[in-house]
């Protein structure tokens, strides 16, 4: 997906608030302002939100280092992810189709989401999964079957995760895929907004089920040209890719690899690229919109 004129104001008020987490001091602030605005005239709307991303985190890197500015946050929602696992497992252990209510709660979970600029309320979205509220969701597009059919053949399974927090109902999901499947679950190599790291998946039980490694990307999403060596080789050989929130759907959603993407659309204009409504839990494959195009 490229970027679109709107993305650029969302890009400019997230610079914004990673600046105001770390530090008070307005005059600083608008000193960030000033070096990202000065970027304006290099960002492309032939690449992908995330990349543009990229760019506005390498000016808080020079300004601040390796800082993991939402270090205490992600902390926080992988505590309050792991108290809600008892209930989410009896959710699934309760239900008639239970991999259905897995995919359903890893949708769930994608509220989890300090990148978007929305209106969900993490707590009663989430509360909505214990609830029939959460079953009457809308679905616009949800290709359930066909997922369901390429996990049974899928023998090697590459899982990206998204947000910290929001792997605990990744793990919901993972836990739900027959044992003798082999999966790998890729988390960000840096610090990046609230994005899960290999500590964020460990502390949460993703080791439990699956193998954790980096994809090497520094970027919201799952931009491949700056993936590793090591990643993208496991990214070719997989029979089978679950692609997890708005990010990775930014940065894949133009791909020919068998990709499946989980998300809750929070963004207009995700929504409108993938041709959902606003707030719909999305399962949809790889290039459903191939040949379709918006305009802004």
């Keep these: 997906m490229r970027t679109y004129l709107d993305c650029i104001p969302c890009l400019m008020k997230g610079a914004l608030e990673m600046a105001r987490l770390v530090d008070g001091n307005e005059i600083m602030h608008k000193e960030i302002m000033d070096e990202v605005a000065r970027m304006l005239p290099d960002f492309s709307l032939g ?5 543009m991303a990229r760019m506005i985190h390498k000016v808080m890197e020079r300004r601040f280092g ?4 939402y270090k205490s946050i992600k902390k926080e929602s992988n505590h309050k992810a792991l108290a809600l696992y008892p209930r989410l497992k009896e959710k699934v ?3 008639n189709d239970r991999l259905l209510t897995a995919v359903e709660i890893a949708i769930a979970g994608n509220v989890i989401d300090y990148a978007a600029k929305n209106t969900l309320n993490i707590e009663d979205e989430i509360e909505k999964i214990f609830t029939n509220d959460f079953a009457n969701i809308n679905k616009t597009i949800f290709d359930y079957e066909h997922f369901k059919d390429d996990l ?10 998204d947000n910290a927090g929001e792997v605990v109902f990744d793990r919901v999901l993972i836990e ?8 790998i679950f890729a988390v960000r190599d ?7 790291l290999i500590e964020d998946a460990k502390e949460c039980g993703l080791d439990k089920r699956s193998k954790i490694m980096s994809s ?6 799952t931009v491949l040209k700056y993936c590793s060596k090591e990643f993208l080789e496991i990214y070719k ?13 930014e940065a894949l959603s133009q791909e020919k690899e068998n990709i499946y993407f989980l998300f809750r659309a929070k963004c207009p204009v995700i929504a409108k690229h993938a041709e959902v409504g606003l707030g719909d839990i999305v399962l949809i494959k790889a290039n459903h919109n191939e040949c379709k195009s918006i305009i802004q």
């Design 93 to 95: 252990q309760s239900s």
């Design 216 to 221: 090497g990307v520094d970027a919201p999403g």
């Design 190 to 196: 840096k610090p990046v907004i609230n994005d899960a």
């Design 66 to 69: 390796d800082k993991d500015i």
């Design 47 to 51: 690449c992908s939100p995330p990349e």
């Design 152 to 161: 049974i053949k899928a023998k090697r399974i590459l899982y990206l995760a």
């Design 176 to 183: 739900e895929i027959p044992e003798d499947k082999a999966i």
């Design 237 to 249: 050989k997989s029979d089978l890719i679950i692609s997890k929130g708005q990010g990775n759907y």
